[in-house]
C-alpha cells in the first residue's frame, strides 16, 4: 500500500504515505536529503523514498495485482535502482524518463514496484513496469496509490487503493492556490491505513526546501529538515 501526491498551486507540495507491514524502516535525514530506508536481508539499509536538496522526490507503491510482466526478463532497467539513483542525485528526472522511454524496466518477481517521481519544477513521471510510464509536466496535481492508471479499476484487490485514490482526489478537487504543507498533511490523515500501517507520513515542500515528517500516524508529532 501507499499513496503519493504531487501539487502544483502557488507552490510545489508532495506528499507521501508509507504504509507497510513486517518491515523494519527508518528516517534518515542528512546534508542532502531526507531518506526512508528499509532494512533488506540481503542489501542491509536501502534509502527507497524521501526527498532529497534538488528538489527530486521518489515514492515507490506496490501495483496490486502484481502483473507478472514486471519480473525480470533479459536487459532491462532495474526501478528500484533508477529510484535510488534518483534519490542520490546520480540521475536527474529527464535522464530517468528517457532511459523508461527507451527500453524495459523491471520490478523483482512477483511485486510489481511502480514509481511515483517529482523534481523541483513540479514535473510528475510514474513508471508501471512492464506497462509503460506516464509523464505529466507541471500537472495541477497527481496522485498514485496501488493500482495501475493503465488498467484503472480493470482487476481490483483489497489494497488497490481505489478508495485512496477517489478520497485524495476529491479533497485536491476544492483546494486554494494556497495549498500548502498542512493541507497536504490533511489528506494524508485522511488516507492513512491501520490494517497495512501507515508508517511514515512525509511531506516536502519544495521551494522553500523543508520536509515534513511524522511516523506511525502521531499528527501532533511533526519533524522536519531544511536543507
Known amino acids: 500500500m501507499c499513496t503519493s501526491i504531487v501539487v502544483n498551486r502557488k507552490k510545489t507540495i508532495v506528499g507521501w504515505n508509507l ?5 523494519e524502516h527508518r528516517v534518515r535525514p542528512n546534508e542532502d536529503g531526507v531518506y526512508i530506508e528499509i532494512n533488506d536481508a ?5 534509502p527507497l ?22 519480473d525480470p526478463v533479459g536487459p532491462g532497467e532495474n526501478v528500484i535502482m533508477l529510484d535510488i539513483d534518483l534519490l542520490l542525485q ?10 523508461a522511454e527507451k527500453g524495459p524496466v523491471y520490478s523483482i518477481p512477483g511485486l510489481t ?12 513521471l510514474h513508471i508501471i513496469p512492464g506497462q509503460g510510464i506516464k509523464y505529466y509536466e507541471k500537472p495541477d496535481h497527481a496522485i498514485l496509490t496501488n493500482f495501475s492508471p493503465f488498467k ?9 487503493g481505489w478508495d485512496r485514490y477517489h478520497k485524495a482526489e476529491d479533497m485536491l478537487k476544492d483546494a486554494t492556490e494556497d495549498f500548502g ?47
Open 49 to 70: 523514498f524521501g526527498a532529497n536538496k534538488r528538489g527530486d522526490f521518489v515514492g515507490m507503491p506496490t501495483c496490486w495485482p502484481a502483473d507478472k510482466r514486471s
Open 152 to 160: 484503472q479499476d480493470s482487476e481490483t484487490h483489497p489494497w488497490m
Open 181 to 227: 504543507v498542512e493541507d497536504c498533511f490533511d489528506i494524508l490523515k485522511a488516507v492513512a491505513q491501520e490494517v497495512c500501517p501507515t508508517v511514515v507520513s512525509m511531506v516536502y515542500d519544495v521551494g522553500e526546501k523543508t520536509v515534513y515528517w511524522c511516523e506511525n500516524r502521531k499528527w501532533d508529532k511533526i519533524e522536519k529538515a531544511v536543507f
Open 19 to 23: 504504509d507497510i507491514l513486517d518491515m
Open 42 to 46: 540481503t542489501e542491509g539499509w536501502m
Open 113 to 124: 514496484f511502480m514509481s511515483a517521481l517529482s523534481d523541483r519544477e513540479g514535473n510528475v
Open 90 to 99: 546520480k540521475k536527474t528526472l529527464e535522464e530517468i524518463r528517457v532511459i
